[in-house]
């Protein structure tokens, strides 16, 4: 996945000619894609492999079951031309090594921290030893939350170089300077830029935003 932009525009919609007009508009900044189970299951895996012809993308599914069935899961991803995936820690080592291993290659991103308040009763207790998992797995990186920059900062020290992709910046109140700053590799953002009244502008401007936050 490049690094120049510094921004993932998250496709949070069911409407695939819509997705596919977005993305067309904002390509040029930034660096990926997300889409999350929503857009699979209203637009198909096939505008998946569209997507995945145009920009990086990565396969929001926080994928959190028996390793077999994570497997199933992160085959079809990559079978779609996916660049990344995104599962969730706590189903314990063999489930995240099973997606680890099916992805040959792929990106693989575990989730340590969610971005809403609702995190705080189950996921923010055990994120740190969630990222430690992740470094002992061999995962490509991580999601922290823009929401809560100082838990960047506490999440970096712990994983040391693997990438750190943060949500929560935009509609969710997360400020892309500050979780930049924070040690973030990636903000990722999505109604802030698809229910803009110009997509386009709103992504140029975070992408701005985010060059003059890098250390």
Same mark, same amino acid.
């Given at each position: *996945? ?11 919609i069911t409407d695939r000619l819509r997705a596919l007009d977005i993305v067309a508009k904002v390509q040029k900044h ?34 959190? $079951? ?39 290659? *792929? ?6 921290? %969610?971005?809403?308040?609702?995190? $705080? %009763? ?52 997360g400020s892309a300077t500050d979780t930049i700053k924070a040690g973030a590799d990636y903000v990722i953002v999505g ?25």
């Amino acid at each position: *996945m490049k690094q120049e932009s510094r921004l993932i525009l998250a496709l949070d919609i069911t409407d695939r000619l819509r997705a596919l007009d977005i993305v067309a508009k904002v390509q040029k900044h930034v660096d990926a894609v997300k889409v999350n189970y929503p857009f699979a299951l209203g637009c198909g895996m096939g505008a998946v492999k569209e997507l995945a012809a145009k920009v990086d993308v990565i396969c929001d599914f926080k994928v959190a $079951d028996i390793p077999n069935t994570n497997r199933l899961i992160t085959e079809q991803v990559k079978i779609a031309g996916a660049r990344g995936i995104i599962c969730q820690a706590f189903p314990g080592r063999d489930s995240l090594d099973a997606c680890v291993k099916a992805a040959e290659g *792929m990106d693989v991103f575990v989730v340590t921290e %969610m971005s809403h308040p609702g995190a $705080d %009763m189950f996921m923010v207790p055990v994120a740190e030893k969630m990222a430690k998992l992740a470094v002992e797995v061999g995962a490509a990186g991580i999601i922290a939350p823009a929401t809560r920059p100082e838990k960047v900062k506490v999440l970096r020290k712990i994983v040391g170089d693997m990438k750190i992709l943060s949500p929560g910046v935009g509609a969710q109140g997360g400020s892309a300077t500050d979780t930049i700053k924070a040690g973030a590799d990636y903000v990722i953002v999505g109604r802030a830029i698809y229910e803009a009244a110009d997509p386009e502008a709103a992504a140029r401007k975070l992408a701005a935003e985010i060059r003059e936050a890098i250390p």
